[in-house]
Structures are given as C-alpha cells and as structure tokens.
C-alpha cells in the first residue's frame, strides 16, 4: 500500500551543521521578519510599501511571458503537505494556530468523532536508532503517546522539536485512501485512512527558524492553495506532471495485471471505497485497515504504482535488457499518449529530465544483474520513462531527454549542477533530487533534501540564464501528510491534498503569499503559455469538468509574476 514497495531505508543520518551562511542566503538580501512583510491585498499579498503596478493581461500577457521568459525549470521533491511544512507561514489564508476544532477534528471510519487520535502506528522513525545534535533516537519508542484529536507539533523524547535530520516512517499515500481522507473536502478522515495513526496530524513546529525553503518562501513567492494535481501517490502525480492525466493499462482484466485492479465495493468504477479484505479493523484504534492491490482501477486506469516497461525498472529482463521482465504483474505497458515533451518537440523547444542518480543506476548493472539501490533512486519516479517515444526504439531521443542528474552536489559529477553553472539548460528543465535527497519520510530526512534544494537555487541564481528564468519548487503529493484546506473540485483523479510550492524569479511577486488556486498541472499550463503550445487533452478534460460546475479554471501561475 505505500508508495513503493521497494523502498530502502538512509540508515546514516549525517544532519550538517547549518552554519553562519544562511542568514547570507540569496546574496545578502536580508531576510523579512517572522510577522512582517506579508499583508494581505487579493490573491498574491504584497510587500509593505510596494507600490501595485497595472500588470498586462490577455494578449498583453502573453507578448510579454514570451518576451521575458526563455527557461522554466522545475524542481521536483516528494511527499509533504502543506501544514507537514508551512503550517503558519505569515500571511497564508488558513494559518493552522488559528483553526477551531471543526476544521481539524479527525473522524473514526463510521463518521464518529475522536475523543483521541489512533495510536501512531509502528512508531515515528522509520529506521533506529539515529543520533541528531548527540540525541539518540530509537525506531519503536512512539514519541508522541496519547494525543488530543488535533494536529500536533512533532516532539522528541525530551520533549525537544523533532528535528529535520531523522528519518520519520512512511505514511499511506495512495489513490482510493486519499480520497477518503478527504471526503469530500471536511480533510476528517485522515487518521482513520493511514496506517500510520496520529502520525498524519504531525508538523513540523521549527520551521520558520531553521527551513531553507522558508528563507526562501520570504523571498519569492509561496503559494497557499497549491495541490497535488492527482490522488495519492508519486506515480500518478509524476505522470500528470508532464502528461496531465492517468496512464491506460488496456484489456488488464485479461493481462499479467489482473490481480492490481481495485476490488469496491460497488460494480461502478467510480467507486471509490475500496473492499477490506476479511479481518480488517473496523475502527482506526484497532489498526490500520487491510486492503488487496489497488494498482489499477476496474476499468484500466493505473492509478496507483506500477513500474516503468524501459530500463531502469524493478527487474531487468536478462534477454532484453533494455526491457523490463515481462508479464510481471506490478509493470505499466508502454504509453503511447502526449506529454508535454511531445508538445515542445512540435514548437522545436529544447526540454529535458534530469533525474538524481540515473547514470549511477545504469552503471550499475553493466556487470552485474543485481538490483542496487543508488541512492534509494525511484524507478517509478521516472515518468518519461514509461513513454513508447522515449523508449530504447528511439535511442538519439531517449539520450537527449532523459539525463543524469549526476550524485550529490559536486558540479564535475552532477551534470544538472554543470548544465546550470554553464547556462546550458534547456528551455524546459525538471530536475529530480536523488532519493535521499528528495524529502520523502520512509528513507529521505526534510533537512538533507531542504539543503540540496538551496544549493540547486543558489546555482541557478548565478547561471547566465537567471536573468530569464521561472523556477517552481514543489513536491509531487502529500506523502500521507494532513491538510486542512479543501481541494477544488476537479475530476475523477483529483486535484487531491494541498502542498508546498514556490515561484522563484527574477519576476516573481518577491516576498508575496499567492492564494491563487492551482495543482501541478499549473506547471504545465505555464510552460504551454510561455512557449504557445497546444493544450495537452489531460489539461483540457479537467477545464471542461470544472468549467461544467461553473467552477473557475486552475491558474497557470503567472498571478506569481511581476510582468509590468
């Protein structure tokens, strides 16, 4: 039921000193207060004393986007909510010190209120023990005991803060039980739907003092009403990021797949209460419910993680090693749809996918035909590479877009770091932290993938393309993460939990909180924008289902740029 089911663990948890640099973070400009700099006035809150300039619109808008706007890269991190985070960020629109309890009391699987949340199932950490500022920490003690049915700041044996540099264990962040930690928008299902228990209503309460991304958030733009464009997990929302909608597994009910369809409770494919399996609890503090696979819906759709058909994959096929073993159950059949590459491609506009230990992986098996782990590198966090057009028959193609993003953060061996030092970049670039550097509880600590972010954006702060640059920082989905705020109402795959995200610019809003609804499908419909291109069909269905309601579209977050 987890993300991935191949997942290991970062058993050294090395927490480097943070040292006097970061008050010096983004060449000196001093930080804004904790309070100040953020009153409210619309959808993006601006700077006291910055003066409002009429931005262009509509045509304008666009002579002006492509003017101005050569590269867009995306920075793509795992797994955390937007409370887990940002819970009271000044100047978001629902801070969590101010909530009452309607908005954020959790509710038993038969709707029944909580007198106290679940147990946390297993535990805080995913591995033990680990030693953070010479605290050591053990894997089974449950640091935070009995709890009142509320979100809480995440503690230690000491009581102390927990800190960013241990590894938490992984949360449940799949399709049909995000769904129902939603339910319908009340967020009140969260701790009956994970297997982690009360562990889902956890933040971090030290953020403001000591998160890189909230240096940065100050500086540029944090957007408050952001959300994972699907429900669940990593593999869906990967693929909506560059395709916009969910994969297709035709006829699986006749495949190697059929034991992945959904069981429901209902013959309706839209169904989303999944059938437990016997035995399963019926109330959360009786433990986490029992279901069988869910990997793809009863009429085809692969909704939750499946692996790549190309090389990298879970299992190499000895005779066609560029290929996955065949008739594997927990494998995607190749896709043959538009992604926002093909897309580029038609308008000549150069794009790439740098992944964090993709050329370590494809070593790796040169001699060899284990299946390391290098490091904690995520095949199903690879999205291109489940596409026929960038598959092993189009080889020239396949080089050119998928790329190593080298190990670490030595520019001679990371050939993100090198491209952006150089001003090489594609035009679009995603770049894909390696595993234990990406944020993902389960086998990534917040504090090493929050370091990595800074340098990457110290770095393309000083490329000779920043003058005309779009970053977006964002991660791919909740990691099982509780969130109060209700997504818009979308389509059937979502938009599903709020998360993080941040506009950094030259143009951006600099120092502004964005209220603007968006989920990551705004990344696509900016790179559309920025570049002309034809809107991908994912992209358009959930227009028509939204606009059907009479609901406004998603933003495509130029209301983050400063344009005039």
């Known amino acids: 039921m987890h993300d991935a089911p191949d997942q290991d663990t970062q058993q050294d948890i090395d927490e480097q000193p943070r040292g006097p640099s970061r008050r010096g973070f983004l060449g000196g400009l001093a930080l804004l207060g904790a309070g100040a700099g953020l009153a409210a006035c619309g959808r993006a809150e601006s700077s006291p004393g910055e003066a409002a300039r009429p931005q262009p619109t509509g045509a304008a808008l666009d002579r002006a986007l492509r003017d101005k706007v050569k590269t867009v890269v995306v920075i793509y991190a795992e797994n955390r909510s937007f409370n887990n985070l940002f819970a009271d960020f000044p100047g978001v ?259 790439a996918w740098y992944a964090g230990g993709w050329q370590a992986t494809l070593d790796a098996f040169k001699d060899s035909g284990g299946i390391p782990k290098i490091p904690n590198f995520q095949y199903h966090h690879q999205p291109f590479n489940y596409f026929q057009q960038l598959g092993p028959e189009h080889p020239e193609e396949r080089s050119k877009r998928l790329r190593d993003g080298g190990l670490g953060e030595d520019p001679s061996t990371n050939r993100f770091l090198a491209d952006a030092a150089a001003g090489r970049l594609p035009a679009v670039t995603f770049y894909k932290p390696q595993g234990n550097l990406n944020l993902h509880a389960g086998y990534a600590d917040v504090a090493s993938g929050d370091r990595h972010i800074e340098r990457i954006v110290k770095t393309l702060m000083e490329s000779p393309q920043w003058p005309n640059m779009v970053v977006v920082i964002t991660v791919d989905e909740n990691g099982g993460w509780w969130d109060h705020v209700a997504p818009p109402k979308g389509d059937r795959f979502g938009p599903g939990s709020r998360i993080p995200a941040l506009v950094v610019s030259p143009f951006a809003r600099k120092g502004t909180v964005d209220h603007t609804v968006y989920d990551t499908t705004s990344i696509l419909r900016l790179i559309t924008r920025v570049f002309d291109l034809e809107q991908l069909e994912g992209l358009a269905a959930r227009d028509q289902a939204m606009a059907g309601r009479g609901q406004a579209l998603l933003g495509d977050l130029t209301p983050a740029l400063d344009l005039s």
Request: proline content about 10%.
């Open 93 to 351: 629109q629902s801070p969590l010190a101010q909530l009452g309890k309607d908005a954020y009391a959790q509710r038993d699987r038969d709707g029944t209120l909580f007198d106290t949340l679940p147990p946390t199932f297993g535990g805080t950490l995913q591995v033990g023990p680990q030693t953070v500022d010479g605290i050591t920490y053990e894997k089974d003690i449950d640091y935070q005991g009995a709890l009142p049915n509320a979100p809480f700041a995440l503690k230690g044996p000491k009581g102390e803060d927990l800190p960013l540099g241990l590894v938490t264990r992984d949360l449940w962040h799949v399709f049909y039980q995000n769904q129902l930690q939603i339910n319908g928008g009340k967020n009140d299902g969260f701790a009956a739907w994970s297997d982690a228990g009360a562990l889902t209503m956890g933040y971090y309460p030290q953020t403001r003092y000591n998160l890189r991304l909230w240096d940065l958030a100050r500086q540029f733009v944090l957007c408050d009403n952001f959300f994972q464009a699907a429900f669940g997990g990593s593999f869906l929302n990967h693929q909506f990021l560059v395709a916009g909608r969910a994969p297709f597994y035709p006829d699986a009910a006749n495949s190697p797949a059929r034991s992945q369809i959904a069981q429901l409770q209902s013959d309706d494919p839209l169904d989303i209460r999944l059938k437990p399996l016997a035995g399963s609890p019926n109330k959360a503090h009786d433990g986490p419910p029992q279901f069988g696979p869910s990997a793809i819906t009863p009429d085809g759709h692969a909704v939750n993680t499946l692996a790549p058909p190309y090389w990298p994959t879970w299992l190499r096929d000895p005779e066609r090693p560029d290929y996955s073993k065949p008739d594997l159950p927990n494998v995607l059949v190749p896709q043959s749809h538009e992604h926002i590459g093909d897309k580029l491609n038609k308008r000549k506009v150069d794009w």
